[in-house]
């Protein structure tokens, strides 16, 4: 079980250096004060980045990462400096995509999560990566998630 840590404690307020990599990311979480009901949290990273693990060039993707907690929530400045480790780190999309989702799951145990990974083409290829955990709850409210299929230019 994931252990919570005090307010005074959370990176939360302070100086935090961006991690090395996301081994030495710190994902922290904070206590769920609506345990009572299910929702759904929505976190949105439109400029996330990560480096081919082949040729050492940058790749960029769209992260929309939706939750419906248990008993923990994402402390958000933790998941902010827990994404950008991935900057120097050198993953496929799917590693990246499916590291992030696994990460949440084992910090905050959410009753339900996916995530959409829509990286921007190589190659002219995009690729979007999408990952669940289980079957989404019911009475639940989960838009789509809003990103527009790649067109290319002029489309």
């Known amino acids: 079980?994931?252990?919570?840590?005090?307010?005074?404690d959370l990176l939360l307020g302070k100086q935090a250096a961006l991690p090395q990599s996301p081994e030495e990311a710190v994902l922290e979480a904070v206590e769920n004060p609506h345990k009572d009901v299910d929702y759904v949290t929505r976190?949105?990273?439109?400029?996330?980045?990560s480096l081919c693990p082949v040729?050492?060039?940058p790749d960029f993707?769209?992260?929309?990462?939706?939750?419906?907690?248990?008993?923990?929530?994402?402390?958000?400045?933790?998941?902010?400096?827990?994404?950008?480790?991935?900057?120097?780190h050198?993953?496929?999309?799917?590693?990246?995509?499916?590291?992030?989702?696994?990460?949440?799951?084992?910090?905050?145990?959410?009753k339900w999560l996916r995530i959409g990974g829509f990286?921007?083409?190589?190659?002219?290829?995009p690729i979007d990566v999408f990952y669940q955990t289980g079957r989404m709850p019911e009475n639940v409210v989960v838009p789509d998630f809003g990103v527009a299929p790649y067109r290319g230019r002029g489309s």
């Open 90 to 110: 050198g993953a496929f999309h799917e590693d990246c995509t499916v590291a992030i989702a696994k990460r949440i799951v084992a910090t905050i145990e959410p």
């Open 1 to 8: 079980m994931t252990k919570v840590k005090s307010p005074a």
């Open 43 to 49: 976190f949105t990273a439109p400029e996330f980045t």
């Open 61 to 88: 993707a769209h992260l929309v990462i939706d939750f419906v907690p248990d008993r923990l929530l994402v402390e958000s400045k933790s998941l902010k400096l827990f994404l950008g480790s991935f900057r120097n």
């Open 55 to 57: 040729t050492g060039q």
């Open 119 to 125: 990286w921007y083409p190589r190659g002219g290829i």
